[in-house]
């Protein structure tokens, strides 16, 4: 591969302090001989407060022509009271939907570190090692029609729409069966089918898909409101779970509670494989932008360079040095080292440190 060009964008809130962790990895990166280079853009309120939108044409275009994106995150208070459709957000749902990317990657994975960080019991949760593929770029987030309508005499009308199609549904199943493929070879496909059509039509594609062409795959189904369930009674059972947008956005902050703390958890959204054998990417945090911390430096920049060890793997087939950064994450954790979000119980043989000194640690580990 010739140089890979990287495009940040820190965003908001804690965003740029786990940024600048980030950064730093990726200058170690360079050091070292990896072939990059980046540049940053505005995104979320750090783009309405320059640019009046939370996402310029001209980001969105960069965004596309790099190899892969990085995220910090986006959204405030400030932002709070803006009209609906230039809020921060919808220049994160704007950056999902202009690059395609269908496919949402939520590993959970609980560090040997901290499964005794978790609010569930440590055997619940030791040795976890699940992955969530949430459909990112339909369903109830972008159906029409959607709105809100006055009705007169003081009654409005909220409207927002769940669709999937037959193609929607094939291709992210394809990504989660392919992923199973490469790990236990175990799929769960989560909806709501008892009550909803498109969770009907969910289970039909996936369960013809399987047959089609993943034979070798155990898949399973489950509703959604049992998967909630599952997850915090027994999460091991579970190898990879396919589901829609808004079940994908709920049952992973589920998830991430299980690994110790939201401030653990990285994702990768992905695009369509192009004929050239790229394909659009943007790696974040499922964490927000933490406005009660932002600021204090303290924030867990975990999650930022534990998505960018899977820009490493996904996107510059850099898969040494992904284990290398997720392994200096872990050797981190082991000594001792926690943010406050990571501190449970009595926190005996643990050192609590801030954004910064977490960020330097793993860099340390990480070049030694
Ligand atoms: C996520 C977030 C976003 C979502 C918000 C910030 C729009 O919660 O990535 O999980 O709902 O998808
Ligand atoms: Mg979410």
Redesign the pocket.
Known sequence: MSRARLLLFAGDGIGPEIMAEGARLLEALRSEGLDIEWEEELLGGASIDKHGVPLTDAALKKAGEADAVLMGAV?GAKWDTLPFDVRP?RG??GLRKGLDLFANLRPALCFAALSASSSLREEVVAGLDIVIVRELTGGVYFGEPRGIEDLGNGERRGVNTQVYTTSEIRRIGDVAFGLARGRGGRLCSVEKANVMESGVLWREEITKLGEERFSDIELSHMYADNCAMQLVKNPKQFDVIVTDNLFG?ML?DCAAMLTGSLGMLPSASLGETRPDGGRAAVYEP?H?SAPDIAGRGVANPLALLLSLAMLLRWSLGEDGRARRLEEAVERVLSAGLRTPDLVSGDGEGVRVVGTKEMGAAVLKEFSS
């Open positions: 959204g957000e994160l749902l956005d992973s499922v927000g």
